[in-house]
């Protein structure tokens, strides 16, 4: 996302040409039974012990910064488990995923609540598709050629995601990794994207393109607080990160 390409632009400027997301799907999610009062990240932080996120999260510094959740209760050694079956605490996880996991456990079904890192201000692009920014020449003709079909193929797949669906469930299957996927919860990730408009035109007509002013007011939110983790960030601007050239203008979500 945008906050990866600027903590590593110094070292691995790399160019974000497409983005299959406008808003990012990582939460900070709750037992809303436990919590039926609370509805944001701030009100939570004051009523569980614990925030557990993975590792040292800038998303995670530019709360505190805020005030929205103390620093005492920042804890960064989440390791992805379903903390909220035993612990009465608050936890990282995507809206696409945790959510729906809790309301099927085994165990019994729990019910979450969540905010989104994107509605609490954190506002990077999540998941573009970028290249290697000293490739650009090199790769033009490509993007130019890849970057319309992008377009397309996301609109279609959340349009009609079953063909889609069934060959990622089948891939994982052969690779029989620790990794699981189920078409359910796939359904219900696509189902989420589209009621939380984590996916769309964003606010021009044209389908996976980049608003510079969202780009320009994010780095000056999140440069000082990658500096102050000890990183190099040069001073940059939006078309540093990010470009529209290889966009087909016409293609659109409907």
């Not at 996976?208 to 102050?228: C, K, M, W």
């Not at 040069?234 to 203008?249: G, K, R, V």
Request: proline share 6%.
């Amino acid at each position: 996302g945008t906050d990866v390409a600027i903590s590593r632009y110094a070292e691995a400027p790399t160019l974000a040409v497409f983005n299959a997301l406008t808003i990012n799907p990582q939460i900070i999610l709750w037992n809303a039974d436990k919590h039926p009062q609370v509805s944001t990240i701030a009100e939570i932080a004051g009523n569980v012990a614990a925030v557990s996120v993975f590792g040292d999260r800038p998303y995670m510094r530019y709360l505190v910064a805020q005030g929205v959740v103390p620093p005492e209760k920042v804890d960064t050694n989440y390791k992805g488990n379903l903390l909220l079956a035993t612990d009465n605490i608050a936890h990282q996880g995507f809206a696409t995923s945790e959510p729906y996991r809790y309301r099927t456990l085994e165990s019994g079904a729990i019910t979450t609540a969540y905010q989104l890192v994107h509605d609490a201000g954190w506002t990077s692009y999540p998941q573009n598709l970028a290249i290697n920014k000293l490739r650009l020449e090199e790769l033009r003709p490509c993007l130019a050629a890849l970057v319309p079909i992008l377009q397309q193929a996301q609109i279609n797949f959340v349009d009609n995601p079953e063909r889609t669906i069934a060959t990622i469930v089948d891939v994982v299957t052969q690779l029989n990794t620790s990794w699981s996927q189920t078409s359910e919860l796939a359904r219900y990730a696509v189902d989420t994207m589209q009621q939380l408009d984590l996916v769309g035109n964003g606010t021009t007509p044209t389908f996976g393109d980049f608003e510079s002013p969202r780009i320009d007011d994010f780095i000056a939110l999140a440069t000082p607080i990658l500096r102050e983790q000890g990183l190099t960030i040069p001073d940059i601007q939006a078309s540093d990160l990010a470009t529209n050239e290889f966009l087909d203008a016409a293609i659109t979500q409907p």
